[in-house]
């Protein structure tokens, strides 16, 4: 699905990317870990077209994107969970997700009418909010939903692109644990569903989510492999995992 080869970006004498290659195969859960400022925001941006590479290049679902802008990879199916999206806050959550769809289907589809009435915007809407699990908060308004709502919300209207690949970088930061277990279930129902790059620092979700793991050190990737092989990988114990025994 995804194919990161030799990828570099500076910013002034700070390699934030080293040299670093990977592939995300078709359908799975990939996990990109490392400590604070290994470089894994950098890497999403390049990926999203937001951040330019010096070098090296980015094969999306065979093609090279490299040098494409945004709109035109989300266009091709790749889809970042924004954490500043433009959700409004006055309008329901089923709302915001029917504008979503209607957005995706583009000004030729329905233009001229009311996103939020037309049923073939709203039915698929809503198995977006069923995915996200968030059915039972469809009619509330989006700003009176919880912080972990809100961060369902925005995946939902990413999976309202009908993306092959979906990037989310920290989907559980500033949760609480009941927020964060509801977002590992919601991770584990869009698994397979569609490809998914994650990067996530609680070690026990990555080990629980991901099907391959990449780690970064320093803007490198030190290891990409198993959940099982990364946990002995004695490299990345060294740099990454530390004295610290990660739980089965
Ligand atoms: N726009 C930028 N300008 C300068 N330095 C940056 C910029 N973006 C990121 N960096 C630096 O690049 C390194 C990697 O940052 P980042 O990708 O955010 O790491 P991570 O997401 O793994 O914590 C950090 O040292 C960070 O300070
Ligand atoms: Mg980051």
Redesign the pocket.
Known sequence: MLKVNSLVKS??G?L?TDNLSFEVEVGTLHAVI?P????????IRQITGETKPDSGTIIFDGKDISDIPVHLRSALGLARSFQITNIFPDMSTWDNVALAVQAHAGHSFHFWKDARKDPVLREPALVFLKQVGLEERADIVAGQLSHGEHRQLEIAMALATRPKMLLLDEPMAGMGPEESKAMVEILQGLKRKLTILL?EHDMDVVFTLADQITV?VYGRGIATDAPEAIRKHPEVQAAYLGEEEVSA
Not at 36 to 43: E, Y
């Open positions: 910013f002034g700070l934030a490392g604070n400022g290994a470089g894994k925001t950098t890497l990067i970064m």
